[in-house]
């Protein structure tokens, strides 16, 4: 096996994107267009993986992070001209250069793998991933001789009507030898529709010089789509959704309606798990065994231990133990940690909190800054009273505390083990263990009063 090479091209703007934001870093499934590529690329064997940067640079520099080194292209004059900007890196050295495209974000590395393979096979100059494509429009046609040798690459934009026909596209994914790539490269112009070096020229010229060049057709079209507009995004997003989906099913993940299941490319869900419709698991959320999650969840950046039910909530940034039950319409806030078995209910917000094993907020409850022991039963409509307009305080409550309904605790304020607060509280100092804190005026019934006050109608 020869020395390999890949070179991702990552330097244009996107203009068809219509964004604010770089088009390769334009996301798809929650992971940005460019690191599908590099984490394809880098499951690969390759000795040096470059990424072109241009548009953005900084931006696409700091996505790429150290899996791969990143060359500036300060002027995108188009894709041969991208190529050359490696030419100090690689001209010159033997071995085998892949290029490929930072907007096909699809790609695998198993495809990339078959294409190297063929083509140094064949003992080619160059092999071009090609697939054939109902709608080819937008993308350059293979023109074959008539014999059906590959002869050059048309782009869109330069094609006759009778090529315009032709369904046969470029991928935008080469194999090339790497001394013949960069010995052409120079040689490309720009006299064309869009006044660009055409990366694809390399071929047609490669093809002039009596060089051995092949197309190498592939059956998996869908991973080669090119991402150049917001409808090609929600294709790629589509496809990509239904790829991490069927991955997570084939591990033994249940989900009811896999087109309705939105899973990061990140995320990781144990075994027996089942995910109900409307689900949306972002970023690195990992979720342990034998959950039930949904219908209508969100979850960002979570880790959920096993045996877990959530139900119709949103959770961010947080941690939560195993057999822990959350929802109906629960709201879990960054840094809070729910641990085993607790039980966060139905409009229970929760907000840089710690709840302890087997404690409960059942209903219309607010957790802010507090720290829950084990065992603690919050009563419906308890708050947790943090922030004085200023400042936030926090509120400790011990092991086995009991806080009744409707209690305000102005924090900071600490409930000791095992106290009882009562219903209707507002608690403003600490309750030492094991007392009873009632805040409350005592209540005065006047005997036929409400007859006075005459309210009622007259039926
Ligand atoms: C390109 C191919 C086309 C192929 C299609 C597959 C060329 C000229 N055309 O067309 O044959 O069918 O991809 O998807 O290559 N880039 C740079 N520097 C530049 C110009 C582009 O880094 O100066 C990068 C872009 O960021 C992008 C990639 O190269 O990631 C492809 O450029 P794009 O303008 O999208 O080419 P297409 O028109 O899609
Ligand atoms: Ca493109």
Redesign the pocket.
């Known amino acids: 096996m020869s020395t390999r090479y890949a070179v991702?091209?990552?330097?244009?703007?996107?203009t068809?994107m219509k964004s604010k934001l770089?088009?390769?870093l334009h996301q798809v499934c929650g992971k940005p267009m460019i690191r599908h590529v590099v984490d394809e690329i880098g499951q690969a064997r390759f000795s040096k993986v470059f990424v072109?940067?241009?548009?953005g640079a900084e931006d696409v520099r700091s996505c790429v992070r150290n899996d791969a080194d990143c060359i500036l292209?300060k002027?995108?004059?188009?894709?041969?001209?991208?190529v050359l900007q490696a030419s100090e890196q690689l001209g010159g050295l033997d071995g085998t250069t892949i290029v490929l495209?930072?907007?096909?974000p699809l790609i695998t590395h198993e495809t990339v793998e078959k294409l190297i393979d063929f083509q140094e096979k064949e003992h080619a100059a160059a092999a071009v991933l090609t697939a054939r494509l109902e709608d080819p429009a937008?993308?350059?046609?293979i023109i074959r001789s008539a014999t059906g040798s590959l002869e050059k690459?048309v782009?869109?934009?330069d094609a006759t009507d009778e090529e315009k026909k032709v369904k046969e596209?470029?991928?935008?994914?080469y194999s090339f030898n790497n001394r013949l790539l960069f010995k052409l490269l120079s040689k490309v112009g720009n006299n064309n529709a869009?006044g660009?070096?055409?990366?694809?020229?390399v071929i047609g010229l490669l093809v002039k010089a009596s060089e051995k060049v092949l197309a190498y057709p592939t059956e998996r079209f869908e991973e080669?789509?090119?991402?150049?507009d917001r409808v090609q995004l929600a294709a790629a997003e589509k496809y990509m959704r239904m790829r991490i989906n069927r991955k997570h099913m084939e591990q033994g993940v249940t989900l009811i309606d896999p087109e309705t299941t939105y899973l990061s490319a990140e995320c990781s869900i144990g075994g027996d798990t089942i995910i109900y419709p409307g689900t949306v698991i972002k970023g690195d959320t990992n979720i342990g065994s034998g959950c039930v999650i949904g219908p209508h969840t969100e979850i960002t950046n979570c880790t959920i231990g096993s045996d877990t039910q959530i139900d119709q909530s949103v959770l961010e940034d947080s941690w939560i133990g195993d057999d822990v039950q959350i929802g109906p319409f629960a709201h879990i806030r960054p840094l809070s940690r729910i641990h085993n078995q607790a039980k966060i209910g139905n409009f229970v917000e929760v907000k840089k909190s710690e709840v302890g094993e087997r404690s409960k907020a059942s209903h219309l409850t607010y957790l802010g800054d507090a720290t829950l022991g084990a065992d603690v039963n919050m009563g419906c409509g308890t708050i947790t009273v943090n922030y004085d307009g200023k400042n936030k305080f926090a509120t400790i409550i011990g092991d086995g505390a009991f806080i009744g309904c409707n209690a305000n605790l102005v924090a900071p304020v600490t409930i000791g083990t095992g106290a009882f607060v009562a219903a209707g509280s507002t608690i403003t100092e600490s309750v030492n263990a094991d007392a009873l804190a009632i805040a409350r005026s005592r209540q005065t019934n006047k005997e036929n009063y409400a007859l006075k006050l005459n309210y009622r109608t007259n039926n």
């Open positions: 991702i091209l990552a330097a244009g703007k996107g068809r770089y088009k390769v072109i940067v241009g548009h292209q002027e995108q004059l188009g894709t041969a001209h991208a495209y930072g907007d096909t937008g993308y350059g046609r690459i782009e869109d934009k596209i470029n991928t935008g994914i869009q660009e070096y055409y990366l694809p020229d080669t789509v090119g991402v150049n």
